[in-house]
């Protein structure tokens, strides 16, 4: 059976509120809910998590690497600039997908530029929810 983690970085927690034009109005819950339920039909293992700080998001990445075969990761605004989760991710021998629900690069300048995508297998970009499901189909 494989085993995917996905972290999802900061202010995803507010999905369903947060600038709902750009993200959706889907909530964390019920994004999470569909990931489980194409897990469940792939029959996979998957676990999930939310983090707004960077060295949890290192520190789960750490962790994935102990039990996981595959990450599924949305940094967030450290996509941008964190080269401490894109150390984290190059680190550990996990296959990686990175996955924005917005396209990041029809977006602001500074949204345009993936320090993390250079490091992982290959980036889902503007997709909303179904960019994790996409991800998911991916290992398969
Ligand atoms: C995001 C895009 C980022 O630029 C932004 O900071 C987010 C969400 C996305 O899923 O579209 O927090 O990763």
Redesign the pocket.
């Known amino acids: 059976m494989k085993k995917i983690m996905v972290i999802h ?4 927690n507010l999905l369903g509120t947060r600038e709902p034009e ?2 959706g109005y889907a909530t964390l819950a019920e994004i999470n809910h569909r990931i489980e339920q194409a897990a469940a039909k792939l029959g996979c293992e998957v676990r999930i998590a939310q983090y707004n700080g960077e060295g949890e998001i290192i520190a789960a990445i750490h962790a994935a690497a102990e039990w996981a075969d595959g990450l599924i990761i ?4 450290y ?2 600039y964190s080269y401490a989760i894109r150390d984290a991710i190059s680190a550990v021998n996990l296959t990686v997908v990175e ?4 396209n ?1 690069f029809a ?1 602001e300048d500074f ?1 345009r530029n993936s320090v993390t995508a250079p490091v992982t297998d290959g980036v889902i ?1 503007g997709f909303g929810p179904t960019g994790y499901i996409l991800a998911l189909y991916s290992f398969f």
Request: hydrophobic letters at 30%.
């Open positions: 970085g900061p202010n995803l750009v993200y949305n940094p967030g605004a996509t941008h996955v924005h629900l917005s990041i977006r949204r970009s």
